[in-house]
């Protein structure tokens, strides 16, 4: 357990906890107010967030942006932007539950500092791990479910949006749906945008 959020990032970036450690450029830790209320949790960095050490800096991350700024959102301002695993996979392929295993502990200690009101998962990676091992994207996404006190939801990942831009209006009603529980459950989201 570490005391300070500088704490946890200093010593993440310096994991080498699991394979994924030698084949990063950079350790993608995340991006955002630590003290948002709302946190967003993705896969893994791909190819560009590798390069850059920031989450969803690609084509799905304009797409997010667009889904986040349609509902004030702003990763500059009022939210913080993690994912599973903080280094990439080879050819970004699926990380391995054991690598997941191992690296959860990084972000189950950004939860803990950051106490999040809302997490929204972004895909089914996310989801399954995170709110339940069956959670069936397609059937599910939008639903909000209370995990001690933490409201959890997932929806469409930005990168299958781009490969299936049919469930872009489901996903646009998750957002839209998120806005509304924002204004419910949080406290400052709203103001500082
Ligand atoms: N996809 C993810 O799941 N996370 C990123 O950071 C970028 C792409
Ligand atoms: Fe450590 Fe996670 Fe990177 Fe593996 S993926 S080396 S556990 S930070």
Sequence with gaps: MYNSWEELELNCRKCEKCALAKHRTNLVFGYGNKNAEVLFVGEGPGENEDLQGKPFVGRSGKLLDMYLHSIDLDRDKNIY?????????????????????????????????????????????????????????????????????????????????????????????????????????????????
């Design 81 to 193: 932007i993690a994912n599973m695993v903080k280094c990439r996979p080879p050819q970004n392929r699926d990380p391995k539950p054991e690598e997941q295993d191992i690296c959860i502990d990084w972000l189950r200690e950004q939860v803990r500092i950051m106490r999040p009101k809302i997490i929204v998962c972004l895909g089914r990676i996310a989801a399954q791990r995170l709110i339940h091992p069956d959670f069936k994207v397609t059937k599910q996404h939008g639903e909000f479910i209370d995990k001690n006190g933490t409201l959890m939801m997932g929806t469409f990942h930005p990168a299958a949006l781009l490969r299936n831009p049919n469930n872009k209006g489901d996903a646009l009603d998750d957002f839209m749906a998120l806005q509304e529980k924002i204004k419910q459950v949080c406290k400052h989201t709203y103001d500082e945008v």
